[in-house]
């Protein structure tokens, strides 16, 4: 009878093994997922606003200076900190190129103030570009022509005209109390006029825009002196008056 209780339990223990490894195959199969690297996020791209970053003009001028009001719009860095440095040049073409700056001064440490540059010659025209104490140079404003005031004035008479041109005569005078070492007088025509002759000065220019220095022999003037020069112009209209600016 052992015999046989055994050989029923072998059988037995037989027929679960065997549903078991059905019941294994029958399972679903088992997957591996492969984690996908995320991708970085782009990092944003800084601009400036488009606002020039320094901007100025001149607010005053003496025979030997001229005072320039700045505003410093934006901050670095799209713009510069306090203090800047005002370079002064002897043309538009100089100050285009930032070549030989004739005169420097610094500002303050306002982010909008004034500055003076001295030591400047009477009757000059100037031009003036900005940039910072670390050498940084401002690209975009070139402010000018910012003149001193002259030692001289002067004043032009038409003294006789006809179908083809005028004669005129132009004085020179020292209104100051330092005397005028030599001087130029300049004026832009309004239409075809040309200098056929000129006696007391030497004419320069060109075009539309004349001018004319003093001679070797009346270029000094003491205070409240004068001097005088002619011209003989051609011209198929005679101007209703020129204004000439005295300088050097």
Known sequence: MLRTLGAALAAALA?????ASAGADRSPA?????ATAATPAPTPTFAC?????????????TTTSITITYWMVLS??????PPLVVSLFASREDATGWRDPVAEAVTGPERSGTVTIDGLAPGTAYWFRFGDTKGVRDPYVIGGPARTLSLC????????RWGGGFVATVTVRNGGTEPVPGWLVSWRWSGDERIQSIWGGVAEGSGQDAAVRNASWNGTLAPGASATFGMLVASSATPAAITPVCGR
Do not use: F, R
């Open 15 to 19: 027929l679960t093994g065997l549903a």
């Open 30 to 34: 088992t997957t591996t997922t492969l």
């Open 49 to 61: 606003p488009p606002a020039l970053p320094v901007s100025g003009q001149v607010t005053g001028a």
């Open 76 to 81: 670095p860095p799209c713009g510069y900190d």
């Open 153 to 160: 004035s002067a004043t032009a008479t038409i003294d006789s």
